[in-house]
C-alpha cells in the first residue's frame, strides 16, 4: 500500500501562484512515476504533469507547459508542483497519484495506482 497525502492549495488571483505538494509513504519503489491531474465542477480529470522518481523525466499538459514545474525531494518522499502566472481556468481539485508500475510517464488517469484525497485551487479573476 502506498498513501499520498496532497497539500498546498488555496484561493488566489490570477497571475499569483501555488505550490502543491504530495508526500508519499507505504510500499513505494524506485521506478515510479508520481503525477497531478486536477478536476473542475462539471468536466473530466485530467492530467497536468508527472515525475519518474528514478531520473526525474517529466512530462506537462500542453495548457501548463512553462507555467507550471514539477519535482521531487527524494529524502522526503515528496514531489511538488509549483503553479505560476494561474489563470481562472486552473481553478479545480488537483490530485496526486503514484503510478508503481509502468515504464513511461502516463497521462492516463486509470493507470496510476493511488491517489492522494485531492486539494483546491480556486483563482479568481
Known amino acids: 500500500q502506498v498513501q499520498l497525502v496532497d497539500s498546498g492549495g488555496g484561493l488566489v488571483q490570477a497571475g499569483d501562484s501555488l505550490r502543491l505538494s504530495c508526500a508519499a509513504s507505504?510500499?513505494?519503489?524506485?521506478?515510479?512515476?508520481m503525477g497531478w491531474f486536477r478536476q473542475a465542477p462539471g468536466k473530466e480529470r485530467e492530467f497536468v504533469s508527472a515525475?519518474?522518481?528514478?531520473?526525474?523525466?517529466?512530462r506537462y499538459a500542453g495548457s501548463v507547459r512553462g507555467r507550471f514545474t514539477i519535482s521531487r525531494d527524494n529524502a522526503k518522499i515528496t514531489a511538488y508542483l509549483q503553479m505560476n502566472s494561474l489563470k481562472p481556468e486552473d481553478t479545480a481539485v488537483y490530485y496526486c497519484?503514484?503510478?508503481?508500475?509502468?515504464?513511461?510517464?502516463?497521462?492516463?488517469?486509470?493507470?496510476?495506482?493511488?491517489w492522494g484525497q485531492g486539494t483546491q485551487v480556486t483563482v479568481s479573476s
Open positions: 515525475i519518474k522518481w528514478n531520473g526525474g523525466n517529466t
Open positions: 497519484a503514484a503510478d508503481l508500475h509502468a515504464q513511461e510517464i502516463s497521462t492516463l488517469s486509470w493507470r496510476y495506482d493511488y
Open positions: 507505504g510500499r513505494t519503489t524506485s521506478g515510479y512515476t
